[in-house]
């Protein structure tokens, strides 16, 4: 059974590094299904995503767009989802890759955690409509699921629920095998947040990990980054009356239980993933299906010495644990036991698979920052440029396999930022700054010119935080953006 075109599965996770998967070098975690995958696909060893923050990241899959473009600068709150329009989704005015691989024959799906607007009904170009009722996770059990127009409670794990589904919606496309799919499988785990991964996991896996020396997590103090942060947020929450408590990113790293639990909800995505993968094989689409794993962004379960995001700190970080995903491609024109050293972004996705489907030519691609990298998919890597850009609300950064290079905003009267340099090549953990020493002093403003002229050529003053602009919906460094623009200073929506 074929199709004209290859049907695109495509799987991102919620909060998971690259390091958070056994392919990649991790032989404390469980993942035989997608070290499967990679062992007869090709695997990332440099991809990484724009922005650390899950609405963001998948803004940019979505759009092939930075945080400065789209609009969406970090997590979208649902707490303002009274405030947000009817219908409202953060990306609305750009042709989302869905709506496009729709106006070009195919029938499309998502199944899983969304995240970028309102929930009530299909949005993007989407025809198969199944997410949750929220974007957080606070609990894997008991989440109301919207599936197209209906709501209900499902009592079982959110994974498993996911993953049924998308099996499911393969064994009916089996029926209308003359038209290619599209079936985003955004998953909402592992998460790795309080309350969702507080104590011993209820799934199938916890025996498996429940005396896990999780040697694989390194053991380090608390970064004092993660502490100001913490401080400068609660300061800012409590003037204005209310607002969540972030104390647990203090209190998870070198949590045991909590870390053995983070890699149990992996393992249930692993499986999800296989029963993914035998549904198409079973349902004849194994011979013309892309099947792309990926990650909203990465994660520190502790390294460096805080957990979580990107922003987990003060300033916000560039470093590779929050940034560097897995990257997995299987199926269709794509290389078979490979691995590539490229440095790739999430948001390339974008541009690669409307390549790979050959449409890209047809793309305005003036405003677009998301590079095509099909030949990459054939292992040619010849005339690819080795450098990814990432940003982070205050902090926009460059990295290239011998430096990674933080700038920061300086446009603000009483918060001064100082700005990051590590040479990757004898400190490749990252624990040297190296900003403004005189030997690499070339190096820094090379770098610091590239950061420059990439978000002068693709920042919509609009979303330019750095200019003046404004996020939609919210920003989480509220402080910082009316200190330097003013009190009257808003997102926007």
């Known amino acids: 059974m074929t199709t004209q075109s290859p049907n695109i599965v495509l799987i991102m996770t919620d909060n998971q590094p690259a390091d958070a998967v056994g392919c990649y070098g991790n032989e404390e975690i469980y993942t035989p299904n997608l070290d499967a995958l990679a062992a007869e696909g090709i695997r990332f060893d440099n991809a990484y995503c724009p922005n650390a923050m899950c609405s963001p990241s998948r803004a940019s899959v979505w759009s092939g767009r930075m945080p400065c473009q789209h609009g969406v600068h970090t997590w979208l709150d649902d707490r303002l989802m009274d405030q947000w329009p009817d219908d409202w989704n953060a990306i609305n005015e750009f042709r989302a890759l869905p709506e496009i691989l729709k ?88 998460y790795g947040h309080w309350p969702s991964i507080m104590g011993p996991a209820k799934n199938q896996f916890w025996e498996r990990y429940a005396d896990m020396p999780m040697d694989s997590v390194p053991r380090e103090g608390i970064n004092k980054k993660a502490i100001e942060v913490f401080q400068l947020t609660a300061d800012y929450l409590s003037k204005k009356k209310g607002g969540p408590d972030f104390s647990s990113l203090l209190q998870m790293p070198n949590d045991l239980t909590t870390l053995r639990n983070y890699y149990s909800q992996v393992s249930v995505i692993d499986h999800g993933v296989g029963q993914v993968i035998n549904a198409l094989k079973s349902n004849g689409f194994g011979e013309n299906t892309i099947v792309i ?201």
Do not use: C
Not at 316 to 341: D, H, V
Not at 373 to 401: M, N, V
């Open 103 to 190: 106006e070009n024959g195919y029938t499309t799906a998502m199944i899983g955690k969304y995240h970028l607007g309102r929930l009530e009904k299909p949005q993007n170009g989407i025809e198969h409509w199944i997410t949750m009722g929220r974007g957080h996770t606070l609990d894997f059990y008991g989440n109301e699921m919207r599936v197209n127009d209906e709501t209900f409670i499902h009592d079982g794990h959110s994974v498993d629920f996911f993953s049924e589904k998308a099996v499911e919606y393969i064994a009916d496309r089996a029926k209308y095998s003359d038209q290619p799919f599209l079936l985003m499988l955004p998953y909402n785990g592992p």
């Open 293 to 493: 794993y990926t990650a909203d962004h990465g994660f520190s379960l502790g390294h460096h010495g805080f957990w979580g995001h990107g922003q987990a700190t003060w300033p916000s970080n560039a470093f590779r644990i929050a940034y560097n995903i897995p990257l997995i491609m299987w199926g269709t024109g794509i290389s078979e036991k490979q691995s590539s050293e490229s440095y790739v972004s999430s948001m390339d996705l974008y541009a690669t698979l409307l390549d790979h489907l050959g449409l890209w030519k047809d793309i305005e691609k003036k405003d677009i920052p998301s590079r095509t990298f099909d030949s990459l998919l054939s292992g040619d890597s010849h005339g690819w440029i080795d450098e990814i850009f990432i940003e982070q609300e205050e902090t926009r950064a460059i990295r290239t396999p011998g430096f990674s290079y933080f700038k920061r905003f300086n446009g603000s009267e009483n918060y001064f930022l100082e700005n990051e340099l590590y040479n990757l090549s004898h400190d490749l953990d990252e624990r040297v700054n190296l900003s403004g020493q005189m030997e690499y002093e070339s190096i820094e403003k090379e770098l610091a010119d590239k950061i420059d002229v990439f978000f002068h050529t693709f920042a919509d003053p609009k979303f330019d935080l750095w200019n003046g602009g404004a996020p939609k919906s919210n920003t989480s460094r509220p402080w910082l953006w009316k200190d330097a623009w003013g009190e009257d200073w808003q997102p926007v929506t």
